[in-house]
Structures are given as structure tokens and as C-alpha cells.
């Protein structure tokens, strides 16, 4: 009751009533201060500093030029607190009446203050694995969402942006893979809210699929975290395997003047140099030569004799000059942010529109942005974010299979096939669609809703103790269309239309109790605390076939109308603690553990324990490193725990079901779905990492490096039941998977002289995959390429290996792996896998006066992609007018004594172009030209006599260019978004090479 | 107020705390019940029954993939698409990897599965409104059905393990060695036998009856070449001639997407929406809908063009807007049926049966009553072995687009001779690698 009282005093005597009750009685004038606040390295004004009279509760905050004047009751000499937003906070005695303060900018990284679970923790401090990210520098990367433009910034954390479709979804993995069948992909935390990340598209794009996370507009973000240790994950316990990226939107400053920014950018998008085609003379002399080859009659003779002319006489279409275009990219973002002294918010707009290289593919968001904290007391604090966010998309089928295919339409038609029949009517060629009609007629969208919001109170109950306690809401409606007309093969005969509206709600309730107290040398902290969480997820699919005609495209018109309804939950209980210690910053411990229950486990095994451990040392604080200075900071650091998964699992993946649905004859019939698996439970992680920071050289060299090893048991597995049983499929904890690798990331401050400023920040990382334990082995994708085989790394090519292509005869020889004289699906062999051996990047920052450069490379080295358009674009004519014939099928063996890998055409999947034949394999390394910016700021003075406080022109381009061994536009590109069918380059077109120009403006 | 706010929090803490977890965590699906009650009642055993026939029409079994192993295989049907298992079928050269073979097996085990459920279940259902002669049609349904699967996996791959009791855990039937081929066309008989003391003599042309089962056995006893029972057993069928007709002509079975003609014993039904039949979209061009991953070839084009050997038959074959002729048989997408068992082939059982029991006359009566109704001349033929060809080269344009050329072939050991198959391990298929893996009990077929 007492505190309470004394908070009431507290509460009155910060209140603006308060303050403006006593500038009206007359006060004593004993002083009169006036300053300058500048740069203390570029001796530019700071403007929005706050200073403060120490012991009072008097202050004031510096002008636009940087000045500020106190006129108050305090005789000199008296103690000035100065902070500004980025600048190490100064105190000073003032003793004369003008003083000019000048403020360190916080710069070295030691002092970065990291967000990590439940809560934020100096660099220097930290005992786990954890990188951070400023976002700013690739924002201008044309990708819906903010994970596409991480590639090459954390080491350890691999991004593959297997498309150029705007807005879909890439694959995210944080040191490697853990899981078969439960998800790879890291934890996103917005705000404190676990978002969904994985799509909710029911529509066919070819085995592809949306991003959820471009839902989110990466301007508003002020910072990424991405932990990757156990230390750091395993307060999100069953849900930090896989790592957890945390994502920290933008607030406003407290005693910070209101605000505004504005950010416009146009540009464009092209493609990179694509496929070489062979023209329709000599994909006609290529089909005629394998007729020859096995004995058939050409069918490119003349007309006369029934043929289709002669080769020379073909013409040549060209399709992929029809489908591909310059894209227009265009991007506004408008934030107002400040606050007073007990209030500070963010408020964001921005609209974002990107086309697809890929014609008529299109991405479009426009979000809101709301951020408010107030102090309803000093102990007291609420507060909210808010995001909302509407994407729209102009969807089209960018990935394997034929109805629809859009890219394929265009790349797989032989070259030599007119658009038109012999009635000059537009028809579609080789099993594809006709790409005029397909321009004409694409009719497939999607509408994602999104808000994702939390609501906090946070309470002083004790000096020391706080409490906290935050609802989130991740709510998602994701509405889809598409109409197909009977010009296009998918809607054969007579039209076909669906509708899907599919609803993804998640809450997440969350108290947390800490506790932080020093004595002396003795630093320690506790957290408690708790969480309850649930998903439910709702769909309603409408289908409608059969329309009276074109005209008619909503499928109430429809003669056949199908529909389904899903339903499915899952809730999720925690409880977690952490306890650190750490003696004099020189020795660091904590011990966390977490206890989670979930819906989805079998009901012996709903409860998971994940334990951490983590310890460092900040030798430098040692006596025996104490003098030499050129090492500013040394810690070592070690941590060993336990984390889980159960993401991507079925929500009711441990029940024994039957289900309705095997209707007969229109009436309802039940029968087995899946058995009971009551000891279904966590897929487990334990992983070992240690580690080291150094800073050194007056803090301009940061080298960081992780050396780590993961195991996971109880790998949760869609373990396969013989037929026999009626089954096909049964949960269980069956697989178990090794990664291990390391990572380094250096940045250096490699020049810093008045005008000119040059830095670098360069990582490399390491993993090692394993899969230790499957029972048997599992093919994925097409042809079954892909291989999941106990003690070889996930995702590895099982392959027939072509030795050389027999110069005397032009037959493909291929190696005999069981010696048994004879080629078939028994001689295939792992032949890599789309693992790097390294991957990482390299970024170079210049800046010279109002100039700044930014120039960032990614790379990765030693992994493969199966090049699958190849392999149909390189028969050998023995597809005839079904497959397009790449130029580079040109360089085929013809006669005795000619040296190449392309043999002879023979057949499909016959002797020299067998399925799965390893020539199609291909060196997946690249170097790409990431990023790059130029900016101009204005000078300060220009611009303030315009009233503004900061204008920037910027330059932005991305992809620009690409060095690759591999033959295809794009070494990233995957037909499928199926996280066990990486790797194989179908039907889907590259990322694009983009320019923008922009214009940024703070007043 | 800030004691009622400290206060708010610290009660919801503590009820969201301690609050029931166990609760919290128990979700079931709505979608879906438990197995622990399944088969209680006469809608439930009902239900599960038509679970079985729907499982029968899954795209796995008669609704494409185990259909097209017995066309693709028959010598007359060109690969024209990309996916090359379905040129080893043609080529007969089929790998044990093949995703066809993989799918038709886990097919029709899962048929095995849910009648053995239907067998072992609905007999111990107490409801008093399922009669006992209810019960025993449903139970009948469920033995007819599984005598057909292993019928069919018999003739696909030889002997194959015999389960006949229902999976209930995850440690049930699997481990069971292959039975002979003998073993499994014993199973087959009595399924049978135990499908026709058990079923109504009604006319049903979807679900199984006690003349469905006739017809299954007339059929079971040509392929185990018993003449003498399967002269009979069509013979009972073709005596009842106000149900089952060869009706004429012979597209009016198919066209206009007609459903359960008098030409039908067993057809399977496609709604098209909730059930559908992916043989349409095969067959079918683009512009209808389909794919043409397969296609009738050169010479069985020319067979049914001839009016003197395909005559009305033609009407299974049509050109596109490319001038590439496709099947036509299964003509709309989704929704057309799937055939099992015609009256034709009762007729042509009978023929075969006749003419191999010395009946020349019967035999030609049989044949020539479907040439008739396919708009031919009577067949010229005299002797045994002629009648006989002349049956052989019937059934291959009869059922042209349908599973019988490779499975007759095979049974008269006809293949090499017509097929050019000359390795006799090439007349079974080989076991899906995948279940050999799983399953380290099945054995491979000889010569995979």
C-alpha cells in the first residue's frame, strides 16, 4: 500500500499539470546555461539531444541547430546528464554559462545492445551465439519479404530464394537441417509474437508457394536478431532447433520531436541472360538425326512426302521473348515516430508494388504500422505494436507441370512449332498451354490479410523485480481465386473456378517475472515465466467445373460444384527460467530450461524438458591482458543444451483416426486414416557450441567465430509402413541427424580519415549435414532425384554417373556400380548434394563526405543443382515435337572420333539419355553481386533551409551481376517449395537484376 | 487503481498458470474421429462399406494406375508424354521402382485393409435396426471385394501375402511371407464362395451382389482355366437377359456419359466432384481437359478404323484439333466410369470356355453375338484353334482402352508369341522396391 502512495507522488511529480502548476508561481532564477551538442567525430549538430540536471527533474532538449538553455534555480556548479539516440550517454560538471559538449557515438559493437529471449542483453555480455542484422542496407532488394534479403549477412544462416517470383517463398535455414518431416525453417518472433511462417496457398503454382513472411514490410523493422545457439534458443524451447529469428519494429524515442520520413523508390527489374534454344533448323536436323539413329524415317522431309518440310524450312518462335519483361518496382514508405515524456509511438504507411519478370506476375502490399508505449507511472508501462498488412497477388503456375505452366510454356515448346494451327487459331503446343492465350486469359489472385499484434503491461513490483505479462495475435485471412477458360488446358472442357478462404489465427499469452540485482562484484538475474499458446486453422475450398461459357467465371455460374471445409488446432503450454550470474563482467554463467506441453504429442509423451547451459570469459579483463591495448576486448565463450521441434507435424499427427470423405456413389463412407502413435512426442536437438569475440586495434577489427555440433534424436518421421498393412504412412520418432560446422564473421574499420570512411564486414560459414539414423531410405522429387539415405547429408542427388561419352560409337558410358553388366536404377550413386562446402559474404561500406557506397556480395561454393530444364531440353530430338532442344544439345556426338559429353540421341530414359543420368548435375557455386547503394546526403545546411532535417538520394541495385559455372539463368532456382525437394531447377524463372533510385526525407 | 491493475495481473497470471493444463492440451480433430469406435451401427457399417468401394475407385486402382498397367502393357497404346514409367510398361521393361506398380499396390492393400475391417467388424455390430440379412449383404460386399484385389494382385505379380484380419496397430500384418500363386487364387475362390453364400440376388451394376459375384468367378474360372464352371457361371448371367445386355450400339455403354447400362455387371461410379477418375484426363487432349499421356497407337488406330474388324468400335478412338488421335472411351474428366466387368466379356468367357470344351458351335454363337452388336460379320472361323484366335483378336478391339490384352496374353501364354516377350520372369511384374525395403520379408519376383 505504501509503495503504492509513494507511486502516486512519483506520478504527480513527472505530470506535465504538475510541472506547469509550478513555472506559474515565480521562480528563482539562480542560473542561466546555454550550450552546443555536436558529433564529437564529425562535429555535426545534434538535434533532439535531452539534458538533464542530475538529482532534478528539470530538462531541456537541444534545437534544430543543436542548441539548447536552461534558465533554472540550480547554482553552478551542478551535474548535466546529456543523451541522444546512438551517442554513449555523457555526464559533465557545468560551471560556466556556454559550454559546447560533444558526444561519442556508440559505435563499437561491444555496446550493441541484442535482443535475445525474453528480453535484451549488452554484446559485450552475451554468453550465446547471436548475430544481429541492420536491416538497412538491403532493404532495397526487390524480395516480398525481409528473410529473402538476408542472404550473405549472418554466417550459419543460409538463404535461397529458389524464384524470381516477388513474394514467394525462400528457404531459411539456420545452420544446417535437423528434420524430415517436421519443419526446417526458424522461429520468427515479431514483437514478441511466434508468427506463422508457412503458406496458406491451396492454388497450384507448380509446387510452389507465397511467403508468409512477405506480409511483413521490411521498413518497419528496426533490427533483426538471429539466435542461433542453444543458449540463446532454448527459452523457445520445443520451438528453437531450427533457430530463432527475432524481428524488433520500429518505436519512437521518448522526449524525441515528432518525426516524419518519407521514402519513395522506382526502378526496374530485368532478367539475367536465359536459356540458349536451339532454332527450329536445327532442332528439325536433331530430330531427324536420332530417326536416322535408330532406324526410323525423318520425319523433317519434304511435304511432298509426307513430311514436315525440310529442316531448313522450319521457322523459329520465340516464346520467351513473349513471357518475360522489365519489370516496374515501386516502393513508398511514410513514418511519423516521437513522444514525450511518458508516451512514444511509431506510426508507418508503405506500399510496395513489384512485378514479376515473369509476365502477368505481380506483388503488391500495403501495410500500417502502430507502435505506442506509455508510462502510466515509472513503474508502470503499456504498451502495443500493431502491423497491418494487405498483399495482393497476381499469381501465375512459375514451377513444374504443364496446365497452366507458364515459364514451361514458354521454355519447353519446341522452337519450331508455330503458335497457331493450320486455322491461323491460337493453340497450345507439346502438352502446354498456349502463351499468348495464357497472357490473355491468367486469372489466378490471392488476398492476404494480415495483423500481427501484441499488447504489454510491464511492472516495477520491487526495486529490482519486474513483471510482464504481453498477449500476440497472429491472425491471417488468405483468400484465393482463380478461373480458368476453356482457351486454357486447365480449364478444359468447360471452365473450372475455385475459391479458398483460409483463416490461420494464433494467440500467445506470456508472463515474465525478473529479477536483477549487483552487489559488488556480483551480478545476478532471474527469469520465470510462462506461456500458453494455440493455433486454429480454417479453410472452406469451393471448386466449380462445368460453365455455360466464358462469359461466366464465378462459380455460382458452374453446372459442378465441390466443396471442402478443414478445421485444425493446436495449443501449446510453457514454462520457462533463466538464471545468470556473472562475477565482476569477467565471468559469465546461466542455466535456463523450459517445459513445454503440446496438443500434438501422444498422450504419454505431451510434456518435453530442454534444458541450456552457457558459461564465457572476457579474458580482457584479466590482469595479463590489461595493458596490451591493441585487444580492446577478448571473451571466450561455451554452451551446451537442448531444444525441440514440432513444426510442420500434423496437429493431430499422434491420433488413431478414421475419416469420412470416402463417399461412394454420392453417399458418405468412413475408413482408417492413420494409426495411433501414443508415444509420439519432441524431436530433440542437442547441440555444442563454443565460441569467441575479439575486438581489437581501438575497436576497429570485431572478429567473431562459432565452432558448433548438433544432434537431433527422436527426429519426428512420416515413417513408412509396409502396404500390407493398408497404410502407407505412420507417425514416429525414427531419424536422427548430425550438423556441425563453423562460422567466422570479421568486420574491420579499414580507413577513417576526416572525409573518407571505409569499412568491411566479411563471414564465412561451414556446415557439415549427416543424416546418423533413418530406417529406410526416402526419394523425393522428380524422377526421384533426391536422396535421404543414413550417412549421407540430407538432400543428396542419387544419380547414374556418366563416365564419358565412347568417341568411336557416341554412347553414353556410365559406371556400373554393382558390376553386373547392365545400367538401370540399381547403378545410381550419391553424387553431391545442394550443400555448400562454404557459404557467406562480403560487404564493402565507403563513405566520402555526403557519399556513401555500399557494395555486398554473397556466395557459396561446392553445392549442386540439378539442372532439370536441361535434362528435357537436351533429348537429343528423341522427343521429337514433345520437348524443346536446348543450343547446347548442338555439341552431340555425330561421328567417330568427335570428343564431347553429349552422346548420340537414342531414346528417353533409354541407354545414352537416361533418367537421373548425371550429366545434368551441375556446379550449383556462384558469386553474386548482392547489393549495392549510393547515396547522397545533402548537405545539413541545404537542407534545413528547406526545413527539412535530412534528404537523401540513394541508387539502389541488386543481382547485378553473377558468376556461376552453372549453365542455367540461376543457380538458387528449385521447382518446389517441399523442403525435401530442393535442388532441382525446373520451370521457374531466376532472380532478377534490379535498379532503383530513391528519395528519402526527414523532417 | 494501479493496486487494481497490479492486482488484474497477478489474478490472471495465476489462472492462466494453474489452470487446467491437461485440458488445454487435449484437441481433437473435427475432421476426423477416433478408432477407437468405428464400426457400431448400421450408418457406421454402411459407411465403411462404401469406404471399400471407394478405395476400389481410387486412382491407385481402377481409377487409373492399375487399370493402365493392363492397357499400357497389351501392345497397342503409345507413351506420348514425359513421365517414362509409363513407357516401361510398352516396352516391358518394368523397373521395381516404378511409381505405377508402387501405386497400384499400396492401392489395393488398402482395398484389403478396409474390407477386413467391414469382415471382422460388422458381424459383431448389435443394432436392431441392421438385420441380419443386411449384415450379411454388407459382410458379402466386403469378401467380394477382397477377392477381387487378390484376383487382381495374383495376375499383376503371382503369390503375395494373404492378409485377412483387420490393422488396428502399428505392429499388425506386416512380417507375412508371400503365399504362393496357387495359395492366392485359393483365397480368391473362397472369398468367393463366402461373397456368394452371403450376397442378394439383386441387380446391382456399382456394388457387388450375388451376380456380380458370378460374373467374378465366371471370369476367375477362365483364368484358372476351369471351362467347364466358367461356361456356367457367365451362362448365368447371360441367361438373365432382362439385366445384363450387350446393348447396342457399342458406344451407347459409354457415350453421352451414360452410367450403369444394361452392358454393365461391375462399373465403377465417379461423381466427378467428391469422386473422380483420372483415366479421363490420360486419355484426353488438352482442349478436353486431359493430357494424352497416352494414346492409342498406329496399329490399333487402323484395327478400329476397319469396319471389318473394329466396325461401330471406331467410336473409342477420335483426333484432336492437333489431328492426333486419342482414346475415347473415358471422355469426361473426373466423372467418367470406370469398367470392371461387361456383359461383352461374359459373352467372350463363354466363347473361350465353349470352344475349349469342343463346342465350336456355342463358342461362335457367344463371339459372334458381340460382333454383331459391334456392327460385323459373323467370324468366318472353324476350328478350335481359329475360334479361339478369333476370341483372343475380339477381346484385343472389344476392350481396347481396358485392362484384359496383357492379362489374356499372359494367361494363354500367348505373350511371347504376340508380345515378343520371350523372358517368361517379364510376365509378373517385380515387387515395388520400396515394400521389399520395408518389408524384409516380401521376396523379389525371379529376374528383377
Not at chain 1, 497457331?420 to 492465350?437: H, I, P
Not at chain 2, 506398380?101 to 499400396?106: D, F, Y
Request: glycine fraction near 8%; charge should be positive; proline fraction near 4%.
Amino acid at each position: 500500500m505504501k509503495n503504492w502512495t509513494l507511486v502516486w507522488v512519483w506520478l504527480l511529480a513527472f505530470s506535465p499539470v504538475f510541472l506547469q502548476a509550478q513555472t506559474e508561481t515565480q521562480p528563482t532564477i539562480n542560473s542561466i546555461l546555454s550550450g552546443k551538442i555536436v558529433d564529437s567525430k564529425t562535429k555535426e549538430i545534434l538535434d533532439g539531444a535531452v539534458v538533464h540536471i542530475k538529482g532534478t527533474t528539470h530538462e531541456v532538449q537541444a534545437d534544430k541547430t543543436g542548441q539548447f538553455k536552461f534558465v533554472t534555480g540550480q547554482r553552478f556548479p551542478y551535474t548535466l546528464i546529456i543523451s541522444h539516440v546512438g551517442y554513449q550517454t555523457l555526464e559533465l560538471t557545468a560551471g560556466t554559462a556556454y559550454i559546447e559538449v560533444a558526444l561519442q557515438p556508440t559505435n563499437t559493437r561491444l555496446n550493441d545492445v541484442v535482443v535475445v529471449g525474453y528480453g535484451t542483453q549488452k554484446r559485450r555480455n552475451l554468453v550465446g551465439a547471436v548475430a544481429k542484422v541492420d536491416p538497412s542496407q538491403t532493404k532495397g532488394i526487390p524480395a516480398g519479404g525481409f528473410d529473402a534479403q538476408l542472404q550473405g549477412k549472418v554466417p550459419g544462416l543460409q538463404t535461397t530464394t529458389t524464384t524470381g517470383v516477388p513474394g514467394e517463398a525462400v528457404t531459411v535455414r539456420l545452420r544446417g537441417v535437423t528434420s524430415i518431416n517436421a519443419d526446417n525453417t526458424p522461429l520468427y518472433v515479431v514483437d514478441g509474437v511466434f508468427i506463422n511462417s508457412s503458406s496458406l496457398q491451396t492454388v497450384n503454382t507448380g509446387g510452389k508457394a507465397t511467403s508468409p513472411i512477405a506480409d511483413i514490410n521490411p521498413y518497419d523493422i528496426e533490427s533483426i536478431e538471429v539466435l542461433k545457439d542453444a543458449e540463446a534458443t532454448a527459452l523457445y524451447g520445443s520451438r528453437g532447433a531450427n533457430g530463432v529469428i527475432i524481428v524488433t519494429t520500429k518505436r519512437g524515442n521518448f522526449n524525441q520531436k515528432s518525426r516524419v520520413s518519407l521514402d519513395i523508390s522506382q526502378g526496374k527489374a530485368w532478367a539475367p541472360p536465359l536459356w540458349k534454344l536451339a532454332t527450329g533448323p536445327e532442332h528439325a536436323t536433331l530430330v531427324n538425326e536420332y530417326f536416322t539413329n535408330i532406324g526410323g524415317v525423318k520425319p523433317f522431309r519434304p511435304v511432298s512426302e509426307g513430311g514436315r518440310g525440310l529442316p531448313e524450312e522450319q521457322k523459329t518462335y520465340d516464346r520467351l521473348g513473349e513471357i518475360f519483361q522489365t519489370a516496374d518496382l515501386m516502393n513508398y514508405d511514410l513514418s511519423v515516430s516521437g513522444g514525450n515524456n511518458v508516451t512514444r509511438f511509431y506510426l508507418g504507411a508503405g506500399y510496395n508494388k513489384q512485378e514479376s519478370i515473369l509476365k502477368p506476375i505481380t506483388f503488391d502490399r500495403a501495410s500500417l504500422k502502430f507502435n505506442i508505449d506509455h508510462k502510466l507511472s515509472d513503474k508502470v508501462q503499456i504498451g502495443s505494436a500493431n502491423t497491418i498488412t494487405r498483399a495482393y497477388r497476381n499469381q501465375g503456375r512459375a514451377g513444374d507441370g504443364p496446365a497452366g505452366g507458364l515459364l514451361q510454356a514458354a521454355l519447353h515448346t519446341p522452337t519450331y512449332l508455330s503458335p497457331t494451327n493450320e486455322q491461323g487459331v491460337l493453340v497450345g503446343r507439346a502438352g502446354f498451354d498456349n502463351v499468348s492465350l495464357l497472357l490473355q486469359y491468367y486469372d489466378v489472385h490471392s488476398i492476404s490479410l494480415r495483423y500481427i499484434g501484441n499488447v504489454y503491461a510491464e511492472a516495477t513490483l520491487l526495486k529490482d523485480l519486474k513483471f510482464r505479462s504481453s498477449w500476440g495475435v497472429d491472425y491471417n485471412n488468405y483468400d484465393e481465386s482463380e478461373y480458368w477458360n476453356t482457351y486454357l488446358i486447365a480449364g478444359s472442357p468447360a471452365g473450372l473456378a475455385t475459391s479458398s478462404i483460409s483463416q490461420n489465427s494464433s494467440w500467445l499469452n506470456e508472463q515474465t517475472l525478473t529479477y536483477r540485482k549487483s552487489v559488488g562484484n556480483h551480478s545476478f538475474g532471474v527469469l520465470l515465466g510462462n506461456t500458453l499458446q494455440s493455433n486454429l486453422f480454417k479453410r472452406t475450398f469451393l471448386q466449380g467445373t462445368g460453365f455455360a461459357n466464358n462469359s461466366f467465371t464465378q462459380i455460382s455460374s458452374a453446372s459442378v460444384v465441390t466443396g471442402t471445409q478443414n478445421w485444425s488446432k493446436n495449443t501449446l503450454a510453457s514454462f520457462f527460467g533463466k538464471i545468470d550470474y556473472s562475477f565482476a563482467d569477467k565471468y559469465l554463467v546461466d542455466f535456463s530450461a523450459r517445459a513445454d506441453g503440446s496438443s500434438k504429442f501422444g498422450v504419454n509423451r505431451k510434456w518435453g524438458y530442454f534444458p541450456s547451459v552457457g558459461a564465457a570469459w572476457r579474458l580482457k579483463k584479466e590482469n595479463f591482458l590489461n595493458d596490451i591495448e591493441k585487444i580492446n576486448d577478448l571473451k571466450i565463450r561455451a554452451s551446451y543444451g537442448i531444444t525441440g521441434n514440432q513444426n510442420g507435424i500434423g496437429d493431430f499427427a499422434s491420433q488413431g483416426l478414421w475419416s469420412g470423405g470416402s463417399s461412394y456413389k454420392d453417399s458418405a463412407g468412413i475408413s482408417p486414416q492413420q494409426l495411433a502413435n501414443a508415444d509420439l512426442q519432441w524431436e530433440k536437438t542437442s547441440q555444442f557450441n563454443i565460441g569467441l569475440d575479439a575486438t581489437l586495434f581501438d575497436s576497429r577489427v570485431t572478429v567473431e567465430f562459432n565452432y558448433y555440433y548438433k544432434y537431433t534424436k527422436d527426429g519426428l518421421l512420416q515413417l513408412a509402413r509396409p502396404a500390407t498393412t493398408g497404410f502407407g504412412t505412420y507417425w514416429s520418432n525414427a531419424a536422427e541427424i548430425s550438423n556441425r560446422g563453423f562460422e567466422l564473421a570479421i568486420n574491420t574499420l579499414n580507413i577513417e580519415a576526416k572525409h573518407f570512411t571505409w569499412s568491411t564486414s566479411f563471414n564465412i560459414a561451414q556446415n557439415l549435414n549427416r543424416i546418423e539414423k533413418l530406417p529406410t531410405p526416402l526419394q523425393y522429387g522428380s524422377r526421384n532425384l533426391i536422396l535421404l539415405r543414413e550417412g549421407s547429408p540430407m538432400y543428396s542427388y542419387n544419380l547414374i554417373k556418366q563416365l564419358y561419352v565412347d568417341p568411336q560409337t557416341g554412347n553414353a558410358v556410365y559406371e556400373d556400380v554393382n558390376k553386373d553388366g547392365k545400367i538401370n536404377s540399381d547403378d545410381r550413386q550419391i553424387l553431391g548434394s545442394i550443400w555448400p562446402k562454404f557459404a557467406g559474404g562480403l560487404s564493402n561500406q565507403f563513405t566520402y563526405r555526403n557519399f556513401d557506397l555500399g557494395i555486398q556480395f554473397s556466395y557459396q561454393f561446392g553445392n549442386k543443382t540439378y539442372n532439370h530444364n536441361r535434362f528435357f531440353g537436351e533429348g537429343g530430338g528423341a522427343r521429337d515435337a514433345a520437348r524443346v532442344i536446348f543450343a547446347s544439345n548442338l555439341a552431340r556426338w555425330q561421328k567417330p572420333g568427335d570428343i564431347t559429353d553429349v552422346p548420340r540421341a537414342d531414346g528417353v530414359n533409354v541407354n545414352n539419355y537416361l533418367d537421373a543420368g548425371s550429366r545434368w548435375l551441375e556446379n550449383g557455386s556462384f558469386v553474386r553481386l548482392r547489393a549495392l547503394t549510393l547515396g547522397y546526403n545533402l548537405p545539413k545546411q541545404l537542407a534545413q533551409r528547406a526545413r527539412l532535417q535530412n534528404v537523401r538520394f540513394y541508387f539502389s541495385g541488386s543481382n547485378l551481376f553473377l558468376i556461376s559455372p552453372y549453365t542455367g539463368p540461376d543457380p538458387e532456382s528449385s521447382a518446389n517449395s517441399n523442403q525435401n525437394q530442393p535442388g532441382i531447377d525446373l520451370g521457374t524463372p531466376p532472380q532478377p537484376r534490379s535498379v532503383q533510385i530513391g528519395l528519402n526525407v526527414t523532417f | 487503481m494501479k493496486k487494481d491493475l497490479s492486482h488484474i495481473l497477478f489474478v490472471s497470471v495465476m489462472a492462466l498458470s494453474l489452470g487446467s493444463c491437461s485440458k488445454f492440451l487435449e484437441v481433437h480433430p473435427k475432421e476426423s474421429i477416433s478408432d477407437a469406435q468405428t464400426i457400431f451401427d448400421k450408418t457406421s457399417a454402411e459407411e465403411a462399406v462404401r469406404g471399400i468401394y471407394s478405395a476400389l475407385a481410387d486412382g491407385g486402382y481402377y481409377g487409373t494406375s492399375f487399370q493402365s498397367i493392363g492397357y499400357l502393357a497389351g501392345g497397342d497404346i503409345q507413351w506420348t508424354g514425359s513421365q517414362s514409367q509409363v513407357q516401361e510398361f510398352i516396352n516391358h521393361n518394368v523397373s521395381p521402382d516404378n511409381s505405377t506398380i508402387s501405386a497400384a499396390w499400396t492401392a489395393i492393400y488398402r482395398v484389403v485393409n478396409r474390407a477386413n475391417q467391414v469382415i471382422s467388424k460388422v458381424p459383431e455390430v448389435t443394432d436392431a435396426s441392421l438385420t441380419d440379412a443386411y449384415k450379411k449383404q454388407l459382410t458379402g460386399e466386403a469378401y467380394f471385394v477382397r477377392a477381387l484385389a487378390y484376383f487382381d494382385l495374383a495376375r499383376v505379380w503371382g503369390g503375395v501375402p494373404l492378409v485377412t484380419k483387420p490393422t488396428l496397430t502399428a505392429s499388425d500384418n506386416f512380417g507375412i511371407p508371400r503365399a504362393t500363386s496357387e495359395a492366392t487364387y485359393a483365397q480368391v475362390q473362397q472369398d468367393l464362395e463366402k461373397a456368394e453364400s452371403l450376397l442378394p440376388s439383386t441387380v446391382n451394376r456399382f456394388r457387388a451382389t450375388l451376380k456380380t459375384a458370378w460374373a467374378l468367378k465366371a471370369r476367375y474360372y477362365l483364368y484358372r482355366k476351369d471351362w467347364a464352371n466358367a461356361e456356367a457361371y457367365a451362362g448365368k448371367l447371360i441367361a438373365d437377359a432382362a439385366n445384363y445386355q450387350l446393348v447396342n450400339p457399342y458406344s451407347s455403354f459409354f457415350a453421352g456419359n451414360v452410367k450403369g447400362t444394361a452392358e454393365s455387371v461391375l462399373e465403377i461410379y465417379y461423381n466427378g466432384g467428391t469422386e473422380t477418375n483420372g483415366h479421363a484426363g490420360q486419355w484426353l487432349p488438352q482442349t478436353s481437359g486431359g493430357t494424352r499421356q497416352w494414346a492409342p497407337n498406329d496399329v490399333l488406330v487402323s484395327l478400329l478404323n476397319n469396319g471389318a474388324i473394329g466396325g461401330n468400335r471406331s467410336a473409342l478412338i477420335a483426333k484432336d484439333n492437333q489431328n492426333r488421335w486419342y482414346g475415347n472411351l473415358y471422355r469426361s474428366i473426373n466423372a467418367s466410369s470406370s469398367y470392371v466387368i461387361r456383359t461383352a466379356e461374359l459373352y467372350l468367357i463363354r466363347a473361350e470356355a465353349r470352344a475349349q470344351q469342343g463346342n465350336p458351335t456355342g463358342a461362335l454363337a457367344d463371339l459372334n453375338a458381340v460382333r454383331a452388336r459391334a456392327g460385323i460379320s459373323p467370324s468366318a472361323a472353324a476350328t478350335r484353334d481359329d475360334i479361339l484366335l478369333a476370341v483372343e483378336n475380339e477381346r484385343r478391339v472389344e476392350f481396347a482402352l481396358e485392362p484384359q490384352r496383357w492379362f489374356d496374353l499372359v494367361r494363354t501364354g500367348r505373350a511371347a508369341a504376340v508380345l515378343n516377350v520371350t523372358d517368361p520372369a517379364r510376365l509378373l511384374l517385380p515387387i515395388p522396391s520400396q515394400q521389399i525395403l520395408l518389408d524384409k520379408t516380401l521376396t523379389q519376383n525371379g529376374g528383377y
